[in-house]
């Protein structure tokens, strides 16, 4: 009964099978199937003829979805009805909701066959795989009407139901067999794929994922092969397969190429030479071969495989195609998409030795500058263009081998004009980087900054230096936040190089650059670098300000001391703890106000030690040598260029914070060194601007008095609490005491307070002296600003100078004019006039002030207020001596030198005509009362009816202004008590009388013309 | 009806039809002995389908000149077979026509089609078709390639590719027995065979089904000696008995796998060879057959040796040898080994010294 059955259903099945007269359509009804599945299972022999029947089962199943898909054959997705054109977000929508089109008899095979791979035994793997690879290239060979992308045919047949089954069978079987049983797959699908390769890429492709290691080697191996026989075959659907492979399996390309690589190196057979020119040619044909080939051959890299290139060429050479390979590979360069700077650098490194290399960059170098001159694209562009290549660059910019730089140095220029930004990147990189690491750097800089020739739009320079100014900035603004290795910093890195350029630019020694080009962008770059500067400066004088306090602390401590040993008349206990408290608080005050600065400025705080400090501030210094060296290269604010106000007045000031710096220099060489850059930048300047003249005198005479007093011998007053009220008093108390007026016991006056005498004279006895060096450096400063080149003698800038000082020693604001008022005036003035007086004894340099502005007349004159205060003070203490009883007379008292110094002052500025000109060399040899009355009648009296204006000076044929002496007659009242005195000493002063007073009436007596002629010539 | 005619009239008939219409006239040909010639021709073109020779027929362009059957069509022409091997009649006919049919010289489809007609026989139990079957692999030689041929297809069919053995195959001693016991002689051939090196076990399916049948049928393995059904004047092939094969199994075994199913193989041999009548000559063993077992041994115990370790202390080593020196007394002494026994006493005395098998050759020698 069984077995007739069986026979039955055979007999019954092969008769329907071979029946249907040619359409195909009869045949897939399920009955046909159920027993179609009952001999699968009853009947061994008969499998094959049941595959057979599936097969005709599935190609009904593709002709169905053939008939009703409606598909775009570009993208090979489905086009949806009703949105047809409606762009490419439509095709995006369909993506996402993939319509597989079923087929139920094919389904319900799927399954039955499924069942088979997944339960069944392993025999059956092998079969159905290789079956559903040989029926799905058959399909797709028979219905794929036109040529479609790879992955345009995997949407395409995916989204039919028998293709996307068979493709499942195909990976199910394959999971179940072994390894000998894959390698026989491979070898199916390779078949099938060499018999139906047109349209079977996209099932090797699709199913390549499975295997894609002996997939991708096994389609290298066979393509090498039909390579050596006939090298000019074309290999279309293998590098289609490979592409499409290696989106998604880079890591087995790799490893496949790694390996025929290895066996190109060292052939053993006679197909490996072929190697070589094989994967050239490939390359040129696919973009990923091309890359990852470029990747793989990076890593095996190194000397010993050069040598074996070296060694291996004339194999390959004897290859056809390698022979005209060279152009070729320069293409092959252009079109590398990464690792293609390395690749360049890595050649140039051998560049040296072989020429063929020196060639090979050449030619390389020149279709880079094509396209560039094009104004094109090409992937090596846009790799060269990225942060990993640029870094390599950079690198090799700085190296020694002249071939790696300039190879560098080209592709950067060549990237640059493309892409700006690298181009302003490597300026400021280079800037900062090469000076001290490695001066082969400047070469590479040098050639940068000369711009790639032939270029119309190629980047400026300017925002290269742009951005090195403000890298180098932000570094000196927050240097605590970095950590700093080197101990060159890149800011001194980056001014030394770009000194090192200008200079040679202005030498004109320099082909590659239009003259003056740097120094012109310099100069537009100045806010940028006053920045710096300032920052810098700010720093160092901080630091000088630091010291200088220091110092000045210990000293009036150690003054404190002595006097508290020597002297126990004012030395209550109360006045010592008084004085330690308020040192105290004046230290802490100094530390808030510090700290402050710090905070702002952005010095670390809590500076670790002393002595790194040290060493950053001589850094810092010689940093700001380079700067103003810089400057004064550049030219900085010469007439004719433009600069805003802003940075005029900021020059200014920096430049005067320079020459104060320059002050402190240790090393006399050095410091005349950095002085003369200063005087340089400040009277060039000057002499352009008006107002950098202003600025200059203004920051100079203020730094000089005020902020850098100590370094010309000022003496700090400590700040004492001269009231001393104690803290237990009342407020009430306080209140009634000062209700009683002016007098009262807590009047302050510039002598002391009322009720307690002299103010107590912690002042170091022994006389305050400036230094006359720095005196000297600071006139010289002075002088700088002052000279105007063309006009040989300007007032103007000693005249500010004067009326500077007026302002910053009177302590008035009325009064100051230049006449001299009657003396009983002066009760009113005296207390001003005591402070002026204080302010030259405390500050020396005042003196020196003075006397510099006397020698260019009539700029005294407008110091009249000084003076005056001088001679009133004078005045009035001499009378005191006169009134008290006698005194012995010192004769390097204080008093008598402050009237010497001002006599000697008036008679230079020629504010006292001869004789009265020569009174300060004979007035120490007067008693004080006689002195009184000199100062009161000669001097005084003169001065106040001869006000001292500049309309008492002329100008002569030299443009000079200067009095003279035989037109400005003294009238006898005002001389006649010196030489009634004189005459009373005439032991002692016979030879200055002489001189005085019968001298000059001899010579007029001689030349009576004179005179008039030249007044006359002088009017004319 | 003149030859000539008989094949337009052929000519004239689809493709299944005109092999029913050709086999009784091959049959009567045959039968007769006379016009072989014309018999291979019809055979040739009406049966198999194959390229006319005729050249008058390439001019009037017949439609399957050149093409081969198809797969659908090869099972119409084994349908068409099963049917006429199922009709009744004498033995020694079907079996001619079968040898005819399926000569010695098989080209590529003609063996093709023979192993997927024998399959189906099996599927479908046609016993006349099988014992024909059975004669022919005896005539053609069991361990010759065609015999092999379709053995390998068998067990492909029924054991590789089938989830569950078969109830059919299970049941072909029943069916035909002649056929089972040279089934089993050249299915033995195909395993355990030195090749290159290569010892191949068989399928475990496979040696449960051998081992089923033996068990269940004692005088399977002597079935083959059964006289065959040939028409007079025809010489009967020599019987080679599946024992040899799968004595070498059972010894061979071990070396492989300890599945007990080897020892039950070799229980029911060893059983088989007691039940056989010794009062002819000996024909069931060849001593040739069974020296083939020394050379793996001697292979296994070069390995051993390379492995340094001795052979006395390798139990798998021991339990062959012991097999074998039981298989060869007792067949000895059963009398139902032919050939040359002597030669084959001196190989196993070339292997490494096993108390047994010492003692078998020196009983033996002494005879």
Same mark, same amino acid.
């Given at each position: 009964m069984l077995k007739q059955h069986v026979l039955l259903e055979l007999k019954q099945f092969i008769q329907a099978v071979t029946n249907h007269n040619g359409n195909p359509k009869k045949l897939t009804n399920s009955t046909l199937l159920r027993s179609c599945f009952r001999l699968l299972e009853d009947l061994p022999a008969a499998r094959e003829i049941i595959l057979e029947y599936f097969s005709i089962v599935a190609e009904v199943a593709v002709q169905n979805y053939l008939a009703n898909a409606n598909v775009d054959y570009a993208t090979g997705l489905p086009i949806r009805q009703g949105k047809q054109g409606a762009g490419p977000s439509s095709s995006n929508n369909a993506a996402t909701q993939s319509t597989v089109i079923e087929d139920s008899n094919w389904s319900a095979v799927q399954e039955a066959l499924e069942n088979l791979v997944v339960k069944g035994p392993s025999a059956w793997g092998p079969v159905i795989a290789s079956w559903s690879l040989d029926l799905v290239g058959k399909l797709s060979d028979r219905y794929t009407k036109r040529k479609m992308s790879i992955v345009a045919a995997c949407n395409y047949w995916l989204n039919c139901g028998a293709m996307r089954g068979l493709l499942t069978l195909i990976s199910l079987s394959f999971r179940k067999l072994t390894n000998s049983e894959k390698e026989a797959c491979v070898e199916t699908l390779l078949g099938a794929f060499q018999r139906y390769s047109l349209s079977f890429d996209w099932v090797v492709a699709r199913l390549g994922g499975c295997f894609p290691l002996s997939i991708i080697s096994q389609i290298l191996q066979c393509s090498l092969k039909r390579f050596s026989d006939d090298y000019r075959c074309h290999f279309d659907s293998?590098?289609?397969?490979?592409?499409?492979?290696?989106?998604?399996?880079?890591?087995?390309?790799?490893?496949? =190429?790694?390996?025929?690589?290895?066996?190109?190196?060292?052939?053993?057979?006679?197909?490996?030479?072929?190697?070589?020119?094989?994967?050239?040619?490939?390359?040129?044909?696919?973009?990923?071969?091309?890359?990852?080939?470029?990747?793989?051959?990076?890593?095996?890299?190194?000397?010993?495989?050069?040598?074996?290139?070296?060694?291996?060429?004339?194999? $390959?050479?004897?290859?056809?195609?390698?022979?005209?390979?060279?152009?070729?590979?320069?293409?092959?360069?252009?079109?590398?998409?990464?690792?293609?700077?390395?690749?360049?650098?890595?050649?140039?490194?051998?560049?040296?030795?072989?020429?063929?290399?020196?060639?090979?960059?050449?030619?390389?170098?020149?279709?880079?500058?094509?396209?560039?001159?094009?104004?094109?694209?090409?992937?090596?562009?846009?790799?060269?263009?990225?942060?990993?290549?640029?870094?390599?660059?950079?690198?090799?910019?700085?190296?020694?081998?002249?071939?790696?730089?300039?190879?560098?140095?080209?592709?950067?220029?060549?990237?640059?004009?493309?892409?700006?930004?690298?181009?302003?990147?490597?300026?400021?990189?280079?800037?900062?980087?090469?000076?001290?690491?490695?001066?082969?750097?400047?070469?590479?800089?040098?050639?940068?900054?000369?711009?790639?020739?032939?270029?119309?739009?190629?980047?400026?320079?300017?925002?290269?230096?742009?951005?090195?100014?403000?890298?180098?900035?932000?570094?000196?603004?927050?240097?605590?936040?970095?950590?700093?290795?080197?101990?060159?910093?890149?800011?001194?890195?980056?001014?030394?190089?770009?000194?090192?350029?200008?200079?040679?630019?202005?030498?004109?020694?320099?082909?590659?650059?239009?003259?003056?080009?740097?120094?012109?962008?310099?100069?537009?770059?100045?806010?940028?670098?006053?920045?710096?500067?300032?920052?810098?400066?700010?720093?160092?004088?901080? #630091?000088?300000?630091?010291?200088?306090?220091?110092?000045?602390?210990?000293?009036?401590?150690?003054?404190?001391?002595?006097?508290?040993?020597?002297?126990?008349?004012?030395?209550?206990?109360?006045?010592?703890?008084?004085?330690?408290?308020?040192?105290?608080?004046?230290?802490?005050?100094?530390?808030?106000?510090? &700290?402050?600065?710090?905070?702002?400025?952005?010095?670390?705080? #809590?500076?670790?030690?002393?002595?790194?400090?040290?060493?950053?501030?001589?850094?810092?210094?010689?940093?700001?040598?380079?700067?103003?060296?810089?400057?004064?290269?550049?030219?900085?604010?010469?007439?004719?260029?433009?600069?805003?106000?802003?940075?005029?007045?900021?020059?200014?000031?920096?430049?005067?914070?320079?020459?104060?710096?320059?002050?402190?220099?240790?090393?006399?060489?050095?410091?005349?060194?950095?002085?003369?850059?200063?005087?340089?930048?400040?009277?060039?300047?000057?002499?352009?601007?008006?107002?950098?003249?202003?600025?200059?005198?203004?920051?100079?005479?203020?730094?000089?008095?005020?902020?850098?007093?100590?370094?010309?011998?000022?003496?700090?007053?400590? &700040?004492?609490?001269?009231?001393?009220?104690?803290?237990? &008093?009342?407020?009430?108390?306080?209140?009634?005491?000062?209700?009683?007026?002016?007098?009262?016991?807590?009047?302050?006056?510039?002598?002391?307070?009322?009720?307690?005498?002299?103010?107590?004279?912690?002042?170091?006895?022994?006389?305050?002296?400036?230094?006359?060096?720095?005196?000297?450096?600071?006139?010289?400063?002075?002088?700088?600003?002052?000279?105007?080149?063309?006009?040989?003698?300007?007032?103007?800038?000693?005249?500010?100078?004067?009326?500077?000082?007026?302002?910053?020693?009177?302590?008035?604001?009325?009064?100051?004019?230049?006449?001299?008022?009657?003396?009983?005036?002066?009760?009113?003035?005296?207390?001003?006039?005591?402070?002026?007086?204080?302010?030259?004894?405390?500050?020396?340099?005042?003196?020196?002030?003075?006397?510099?502005?006397?020698?260019?007349?009539?700029?005294?004159?407008?110091?009249?207020?000084?003076?005056?205060?001088?001679?009133?003070?004078?005045?009035?203490?001499?009378?005191?001596?006169?009134?008290?009883?006698?005194?012995?007379?010192?004769?390097?008292?204080?008093?008598?030198?402050?009237?010497?110094?001002?006599?000697?002052?008036?008679?230079?500025?020629?504010? =006292?005509?001869?004789?009265?000109?020569?009174?300060?060399?004979?007035?120490? #040899?007067?008693?004080?009362?006689?002195?009184?009355?000199?100062?009161?009648?000669?001097?005084?009296?003169?001065?106040?009816?001869?006000?001292?204006?500049?309309?008492?000076?002329?100008?002569?044929?030299?443009?000079?202004? $200067?009095?003279?002496?035989?037109?400005?007659?003294?009238?006898?009242?005002?001389?006649?008590?010196?030489?009634?005195?004189?005459?009373?000493?005439?032991?002692?002063?016979?030879?200055?009388?002489?001189?005085?007073?019968?001298?000059?009436?001899?010579?007029?007596? #001689?030349?009576?013309?004179?005179?008039?002629?030249?007044?006359?010539?002088?009017?004319? | 009806m003149s030859q000539a005619d008989f094949k337009q009239t052929l000519r004239k008939l689809d493709f299944p039809a005109c092999v029913k219409e050709a086999l009784p006239r091959i049959e009567s040909i045959v039968v007769s002995r006379s016009k072989q010639n014309f018999a291979i021709q019809l055979i040739s073109e009406f049966v198999f389908m194959e390229r006319p020779k005729d050249p008058v027929d390439i001019r009037k362009g017949q439609t399957f000149t050149g093409t081969q059957l198809n797969s659908f069509q090869e099972f119409q022409l084994i349908i068409v077979l099963i049917e006429y091997f199922s009709q009744p009649g004498p033995d020694a006919t079907r079996n001619v026509v079968f040898l005819s049919l399926f000569g010695s010289n098989l080209t590529p489809q003609r063996s093709k089609i023979l192993c997927r007609l024998v399959s189906t026989a099996v599927s479908g139990s046609v016993a006349p078709l099988l014992s024909s079957a059975g004669t022919w692999m005896q005539q053609v030689g069991c361990m010759n390639p065609p015999s092999l041929e379709v053995a390998q297809s068998l067990v492909s069919d029924f054991i590789t590719f089938s989830r569950k053995t078969s109830e059919q195959f299970k049941q072909l001693p029943m069916v035909a027995p002649h056929f089972a016991a040279n089934l089993m002689t050249t299915v033995a051939d195909l395993y355990m065979k030195e090749q290159n090196g290569v010892l191949t076990p068989p399928p475990d399916a496979l040696l449960d089904v051998f081992t089923e049948w033996i068990s269940e049928n004692h005088d399977l393995c002597l079935a083959s000696q059964q006289p065959l059904a040939l028409p007079s004047g025809a010489i009967a092939m020599p019987v080679v008995t599946p024992l040899a094969g799968l004595i070498r199994w059972a010894v061979l075994s071990p070396m492989f796998s300890n599945r007990p199913s080897y020892s039950n193989l070799h229980l029911w041999l060893l059983q088989t060879m007691l039940q056989i009548d010794n009062s002819g000559p000996p024909t069931a063993l060849n001593a040739q057959h069974v020296a083939q077992n020394v050379g793996p041994l001697q292979t296994y115990v070069a390995r051993l040796v390379a492995d340094k370790i001795e052979p006395t202390k390798d139990a798998a080593y021991q339990k062959s040898v012991e097999r074998l020196a039981q298989a060869v007394q007792l067949a000895i002494s059963v009398k139902c080994m032919y050939g040359n026994i002597t030669q084959l006493l001196c190989l196993l005395e070339t292997l490494p010294p096993h108390p047994l098998m010492t003692m078998v050759i020196k009983a033996n020698r002494k005879n």
């Open positions: 293998e590098l289609g397969i490979l592409d499409y492979l290696s989106f998604a399996h880079e890591q087995e390309l790799k490893q496949a =190429l790694t390996e025929l690589l290895k066996d190109g190196f060292n052939p053993k057979k006679s197909l490996d030479a072929c190697i070589i020119p094989f994967l050239l040619v490939m390359a040129t044909y696919a973009d990923a071969l091309l890359q990852n080939l470029v990747i793989v051959f990076l890593e095996m890299y190194n000397d010993d495989l050069r040598n074996t290139i070296i060694q291996k060429t004339p194999l $390959w050479m004897s290859n056809k195609v390698f022979a005209e390979m060279q152009p070729s590979l320069n293409s092959l360069t252009l079109r590398l998409k990464s690792n293609g700077a390395h690749l360049l650098i890595a050649v140039s490194q051998m560049a040296e030795q072989y020429t063929w290399c020196q060639d090979f960059l050449e030619y390389t170098m020149q279709d880079l500058e094509q396209v560039v001159l094009n104004a094109t694209v090409c992937p090596l562009m846009n790799d060269l263009a990225t942060e990993d290549s640029k870094y390599l660059l950079w690198k090799n910019c700085l190296s020694a081998n002249i071939f790696q730089q300039q190879t560098a140095v080209r592709l950067l220029l060549i990237v640059s004009t493309q892409h700006s930004h690298i181009y302003y990147q490597t300026i400021s990189e280079l800037l900062r980087k090469s000076y001290v690491t490695n001066p082969n750097g400047l070469g590479a800089v040098i050639r940068i900054i000369g711009g790639q020739s032939g270029v119309v739009e190629f980047p400026c320079i300017k925002p290269g230096l742009q951005m090195v100014l403000e890298d180098v900035l932000l570094q000196e603004q927050f240097k605590h936040t970095r950590l700093i290795t080197s101990d060159q910093s890149e800011a001194l890195n980056t001014f030394k190089n770009l000194n090192t350029l200008t200079k040679m630019q202005k030498k004109n020694s320099f082909q590659y650059m239009k003259q003056n080009l740097l120094s012109n962008v310099l100069n537009d770059c100045l806010p940028k670098i006053l920045q710096i500067l300032e920052v810098t400066l700010t720093k160092v004088i901080l #630091h000088m300000n630091k010291l200088a306090e220091a110092n000045s602390r210990e000293a009036i401590k150690a003054a404190r001391n002595n006097k508290n040993v020597s002297g126990n008349e004012f030395g209550s206990n109360k006045k010592v703890k008084f004085g330690a408290a308020d040192a105290e608080v004046e230290a802490m005050d100094v530390d808030n106000s510090d &700290e402050d600065t710090k905070l702002i400025i952005g010095i670390p705080l #809590h500076d670790s030690d002393d002595s790194e400090e040290e060493e950053k501030d001589v850094n810092r210094r010689i940093l700001a040598h380079t700067i103003i060296d810089l400057l004064n290269t550049i030219d900085v604010g010469l007439k004719g260029t433009v600069i805003r106000t802003t940075e005029i007045l900021k020059l200014s000031i920096l430049s005067v914070k320079y020459f104060f710096l320059a002050l402190t220099e240790k090393s006399s060489i050095s410091r005349s060194a950095a002085v003369n850059r200063a005087y340089l930048l400040l009277s060039r300047q000057c002499v352009a601007r008006k107002a950098a003249r202003t600025a200059c005198i203004r920051e100079l005479v203020e730094g000089a008095l005020f902020y850098y007093g100590y370094l010309f011998g000022q003496y700090d007053e400590p &700040e004492v609490d001269q009231l001393e009220i104690p803290e237990h &008093e009342m407020v009430l108390l306080q209140n009634q005491r000062h209700s009683l007026g002016p007098n009262a016991n807590r009047t302050v006056l510039h002598a002391g307070v009322i009720g307690r005498g002299l103010r107590p004279d912690l002042q170091i006895k022994e006389q305050k002296v400036c230094p006359a060096e720095m005196q000297t450096l600071l006139l010289k400063a002075l002088d700088a600003c002052c000279t105007v080149a063309d006009k040989q003698n300007s007032v103007e800038g000693y005249s500010m100078i004067s009326l500077l000082l007026v302002e910053m020693v009177s302590t008035d604001v009325m009064y100051n004019g230049l006449p001299f008022p009657d003396e009983e005036f002066t009760k009113v003035t005296m207390e001003r006039d005591l402070m002026i007086r204080r302010a030259f004894s405390t500050s020396p340099v005042l003196w020196a002030l003075l006397g510099f502005i006397a020698a260019h007349r009539p700029a005294l004159c407008f110091s009249s207020v000084l003076l005056r205060a001088m001679c009133a003070t004078c005045l009035h203490q001499w009378r005191a001596k006169n009134v008290n009883k006698f005194q012995p007379f010192d004769p390097n008292d204080e008093l008598m030198l402050c009237t010497q110094k001002l006599l000697q002052l008036l008679a230079m500025g020629q504010l =006292l005509p001869p004789p009265l000109s020569n009174l300060h060399v004979i007035i120490k #040899h007067f008693e004080p009362p006689e002195i009184a009355l000199l100062l009161k009648e000669c001097i005084w009296n003169y001065l106040k009816d001869h006000v001292p204006s500049p309309a008492l000076f002329h100008v002569d044929n030299n443009e000079l202004h $200067w009095r003279n002496p035989h037109m400005s007659k003294i009238p006898p009242q005002y001389v006649d008590t010196l030489r009634n005195l004189m005459q009373k000493k005439l032991t002692k002063l016979g030879q200055h009388y002489y001189q005085m007073f019968i001298m000059p009436e001899l010579n007029e007596a #001689h030349v009576p013309q004179v005179g008039p002629v030249d007044l006359i010539n002088a009017e004319l | -």
